[in-house]
């Protein structure tokens, strides 16, 4: 969660990004939202031009959406080792630690990862 709150401040140091933090007590619907535009997105393909996240911390009700542009990710990736495997599981970090942006970008549009904890703790994290 350190890591998507990061990702969330990063944004206002550069400028050019949407970052959204609500209080809500059911993070529901919006995920609902943001699935059904992952959905509607993924099925027209083309470049991604922004990475989008939305993360709910359980223990502060926090949700937290955040849009980059990507060619911000890449003046932050070009100026700071970012490792994006370091907060998240041993599986799951050693993937995350084998990807590259340049890979992602060749995907398309669409869902990235999804993670849901027993704690309530959830993250979407998609190209659009």
């Given at each position: 969660?350190?890591?998507?709150?990061?990702?969330?401040?990063?944004?206002?140091?550069?400028?050019?990004?949407?970052?959204?933090?609500?209080?809500?007590?059911?993070?529901?619907?919006?995920?609902?939202?943001?699935?059904?535009?992952?959905?509607?997105?993924?099925?027209?393909?083309?470049?991604?031009?922004?990475?989008q996240v939305l993360a709910y911390d359980a223990d502060d009700r926090k949700l937290v959406r955040v849009d980059v542009p990507?060619?911000?990710?890449?003046?932050?990736?070009?100026?700071?080792?970012?490792?994006?495997?370091?907060?998240?599981?041993?599986?799951?970090?050693?993937?995350?630690?084998?990807?590259?942006?340049?890979?992602?970008?060749?995907?398309?549009?669409?869902?990235?990862?999804?993670?849901?904890?027993?704690?309530?703790?959830?993250?979407?994290?998609?190209?659009?």
């Amino acid at each position: 969660m350190k890591r998507v709150l990061a990702v969330a401040i990063l944004p206002l140091i550069f400028g050019g990004c949407l970052v959204e933090v609500k209080t809500v007590a059911d993070p529901g619907p919006a995920l609902a939202r943001a699935r059904a535009e992952v959905d509607e997105i993924a099925s027209h393909p083309g470049p991604a031009k922004s990475l989008q996240v939305l993360a709910y911390d359980a223990d502060d009700r926090k949700l937290v959406r955040v849009d980059v542009p990507l060619w911000l990710v890449h003046k932050a990736a070009d100026h700071e080792d970012i490792d994006l495997g370091d907060d998240m599981g041993d599986d799951v970090g050693r993937c995350l630690k084998r990807v590259k942006l340049r890979e992602l970008e060749k995907v398309g549009r669409g869902a990235l990862v999804e993670i849901e904890e027993d704690e309530g703790t959830r993250v979407l994290v998609w190209l659009r």
